[in-house]
């Protein structure tokens, strides 16, 4: 799906979060960034996802991990996903792909036996000098903490 490989510079982005923050890569520099795309808030498996890296936060943060979720939902959706499940980390809003498609995480996949365009579940973990240390393409949604620290 993505063209994007370990080692390379991550993309550029800025976005609007869930409170309509604007949010850059540049604003994670010096840090480490994990950056994971779902294709939509409140649903199964986004829901999982979630609350998996919310219940293990505090061991992300210590690691010197921020996390930031992208997804093309709304910003009022967003903060309604962080409310309903107390989500620690904000959210990006990116109705109009800009982020999802910098990071090619949008194209083709297969639902039920239908085919339609959507955001592939993946999740890249960015250094502190923006380049890309890590891309998980099979993420397990109750156990994705664990893939990141490994």
């Known amino acids: 799906m993505t063209t994007l ?17 604007t949010v850059k890569l540049s604003d994670y520099r010096g840090k480490k960034l994990v950056l994971f795309f779902y294709p939509k808030a409140s649903t199964p498996g986004c829901t999982a996802e979630a609350c998996n890296l919310r219940d293990n936060y505090d061991v992300l943060k210590k690691k010197g991990y921020k996390l930031l979720g992208v997804s093309a939902d709304s910003a009022k959706r967003q903060q309604s996903f962080i409310d309903k499940n107390k989500l620690p980390f904000p959210l990006l809003a990116d109705e109009d792909k800009t982020v999802i498609n910098a990071f090619g995480v949008w194209g083709p996949k297969k639902f039920m036996g239908r085919t ?3 955001i592939h579940r993946i999740t890249f973990v960015i250094d502190e000098n923006g380049f890309i240390e890590d891309i998980i393409t099979k993420v397990k949604t109750k156990e994705h903490t664990a893939q990141i620290l490994t």
């Open 5 to 21: 490989k370990i080692g390379d510079k991550a993309p550029n982005f800025e976005g609007k979060d869930n409170q309509g923050n």
């Open 116 to 118: 339609f365009n959507g």
